[in-house]
Structures are given as C-alpha cells and as structure tokens.
C-alpha cells in the first residue's frame, strides 16, 4: 500500500524559508511524476510544483515561481519543496502526491493517484 508522509511544515514569518518533505513507501514509483499541492479553508486544494521522473522537467504556479523549488531523491524515494520568501498567503496545508504516469501535465491537473495527509505551513506578517 502506498504511503506518503509529509514533514517540515510550521510557523513561519513573512520573508522567511521552509523546506517540505515527502517520504514514499509502499511503491513503486519508478517512473512516476510527483507534485506539491496546497489548500485552505476557503479555496479549494490548488496546483503548487511539478516534477517528472528524472527531475529535468519541472512546472510551478505562477504564484510561486521563482520563490519556491522542488526536487527528488528517488534513491531515497523522497520529494522536496524549498519555499523561499514566504508570504501570508502561502498559508495553507501543503500536501504532496504521486502520479502513475510520468505526465506533468497530469500532475497540473491534479489527477493523481496517492495523496498524503498534508502539512500546514502558516506565514506570519
């Protein structure tokens, strides 16, 4: 059975730097994209970061391009999430996912196939 944990989410102020964790288990997932998602109470859960196999391909949101990078480890079956200069509105719980394809454009669309519980980042101003 798939397993993915998420860690590294907390209080953080505005400005500052977070880095998320995804462990995997249960796999395989050779082959496979991933991606970072995030939801708040008031919106619905929204695209943050994709990532192919290899990790050469990568697609963020535009609300967080250039502050916030994603990356793998798949020795470690591990996927990350540096977010950079934080902002209040990237509060919100982050939650990490895998695909069964190696499709960005499926990851951008949200059609995953694993999720994890989620970790809450919350940004003070």
């Known amino acids: 059975q798939v397993q993915l944990v998420e860690s590294g989410g907390g209080l953080e102020e505005a400005g500052g730097s977070l880095k998320l964790s995804c462990a995997a288990s249960g796999g395989p997932f050779s082959g496979y994209a991933k991606g970072w998602f995030r939801q708040t109470p008031e919106k619905e859960r929204e695209f943050v970061a994709a990532?192919?196999?290899?990790?050469?391909?990568?697609v963020y949101a535009d609300s967080v391009k250039g502050r916030f990078e994603i990356s793998r480890d798949n020795a470690k079956n591990m996927l990350y999430l540096q977010m950079n200069s934080l902002q209040p509105e990237d509060t919100a719980v982050y939650y990490c996912?895998?695909?069964?394809?190696?499709?960005?454009?499926?990851?951008?669309?949200?059609?995953?196939?694993?999720w994890g519980k989620g970790t809450l980042v919350t940004v003070s101003s």
């Open positions: 990532i192919t196999y290899s990790g050469l391909n990568t």
């Open positions: 996912a895998s695909s069964r394809s190696n499709s960005i454009e499926t990851v951008v669309a949200g059609h995953m196939d694993h």
